[in-house]
C-alpha cells in the first residue's frame, strides 16, 4: 500500500495572494501532498468566507491559532504534516512559534520574521523539538541552481575570488502604495509589517541565500548602503552591500526595487581562478561558463553531459532529477514544487525517526533564514554608520 499523501494546512493566502497560489500548485504537482486546511484571513468572518471559495474543498479555519489547537483532536491521519506560512512578514513569526510548539513542521515564505531577535528565538525552538524547517527561497529550487552550487563546490571555477548576487526590479519606481491597505506595496513600505528593510528583506534576502546556496560560503561582514529614491517614503527600495566572503573573497550582495524595465531579475556571477559561472533567473534553464581562452560553455537543464572536457563525473541524482526533457521549460512553479518535494522528503524521514539535517544543500532551511536576518541587521547597523563595516552574526 502507497504512504497516503501529506496534509498540508496553510496560513494565509486568502483574497487573492499571489504567493498562495504557486505555492499551492506546488504541493498538488506530485500526488503525494495536499492542501487540507487553511486560515486564509486575519478576519475570521473572511478566512471562513475564502475558504468555501477554495477551487477544491478545504477545513477552514477562522484563525490559525484554532487551526494549529484543533489538530490534537483529529486522528492521526487527518492531522497537519506541515503548513505553510504565505502572510505578510510580521505575521511569520506566531504562528511558526506555534506550530513549533505543537509539533509541526513548517515552511515560511521569506524573510523568516521581521528582526534577527525572532529569528533566533524561532530558530532555538524549531532546532529543540528537531523539526524539519524550511524557509522559501524559490529560486533555490531551479535545477540550474543545483547545477550550479556542484560546479562551484567542486572546485571547477578554482578558489573563489569575486560573486555579484544581485536582485533588480522596478515595480516600486513610483509611489504606488497607499498605506493601510493589504496590497503587496502597503504593507511591504510599512516599518511595522515588513520589518526595518524593505528592498533588503523582500529581495535581498534572495540574492544573499543564492550566493550562500552557490558558493556554500558565508558573508561575514558588510560595508552598506539602504536608499530610498522615491519621495515619502519610510524604507529603502534601493539596496547595497560590498561583502568579506567566508573564504577571504569578496561579493556584491544588491538589489533594487526602482530600476525600471527589471522584473523578476535575479543573478549571480561567481568568479573563480579557473573561470566564471553565470546564471539568471529569467533564464534558468541555463548556466554558463566562462573560462580563458575557450568558447563559453552553455549548460541547459535535462543535457548535461559529464566528462566533456571542463565537468568530471556529475552525481547521478543530479543528472537523473529533471522531470521533463531538456527543451520543454520548467519555471517558478517548478521550482516551488521541487522545494516542497525535498522537504517532504525530510519530513517523512523525521516522521519514521531517521535523522534529517538543517543543512542547504537542497532548500533554505531556518538556520538560513536566520542568516538572512542576521545578514540585514548588520547591513542596517553598517548603513546608518556611513557605510563601516559591519559583522554578520553567524551564530
Known sequence: M???????????????????QPHQKAIHSDGTRRVVAAALHPDPKIAMEEAEKWPYPIKGYPSYVEMIEDQKNLPESERLDYILIVTPNFVHF?????????GI?????????????????????????????????????HWSS???????????????????SSYMQGWLAKKIEKGGGESGAD?????????????????????????????????????????NFVK??????????????????KALVRASQICIGHKNDLSIEVVGTKGTLVWRQEEPEKVVIMLAGQP?????????QPNDGFLKDVPEWLLKEPKIPSGHPEGFHDAYARLHREFEKDIRAWKEGKPFSYDHDRYATVLDGRMGLAFIDAALKSSS???????VKLK
Not at 496534509?7 to 483574497?15: A, F, K, P, T
Not at 552591500?241 to 573573497?249: A, F, R, V
Not at 563559453?296 to 548535461?304: F, I, K, N, P, S
Open 187 to 227: 504593507w511591504r513600505t510599512d516599518p511595522k509589517r515588513s520589518g526595518a528593510s524593505l528592498c533588503g528583506g523582500d529581495i535581498g534576502t534572495h540574492a544573499l541565500m543564492q550566493l550562500r546556496f552557490v558558493t556554500d560560503m558565508d558573508v561575514v561582514k558588510v560595508s552598506a548602503h539602504l536608499e
Open 2 to 20: 502507497s504512504k497516503r499523501p501529506l496534509n498540508v494546512g496553510l496560513v494565509g493566502g486568502g483574497c487573492g495572494a499571489f504567493i498562495a
Open 146 to 164: 543545483w547545477f550550479s552550487r556542484f560546479v562551484v563546490t567542486s572546485g571547477l571555477l578554482g578558489d573563489i575570488r569575486w560573486v555579484d
Open 232 to 249: 515619502g517614503r519610510l524604507l529603502d527600495d534601493h539596496f547595497t552591500t560590498y561583502c568579506e566572503l567566508s573564504n577571504g573573497g
Open 105 to 141: 513542521p513548517v515552511m515560511c515564505e521569506k524573510p523568516l520574521t521581521v528582526s534577527l531577535e525572532q529569528a533566533d528565538q524561532i530558530v532555538a525552538a524549531a532546532t529543540a523539538k528537531g523539526l524539519p524547517f524550511a524557509v522559501a527561497h524559490t529560486y533555490l529550487g
Open 296 to 304: 563559453d560553455r552553455v549548460y541547459w537543464r535535462g543535457d548535461v
Open 385 to 391: 554608520n556611513g557605510g563601516a563595516w559591519e559583522p
Open 94 to 102: 506566531d504562528p511558526a512559534m506555534k506550530a513549533i510548539e505543537a
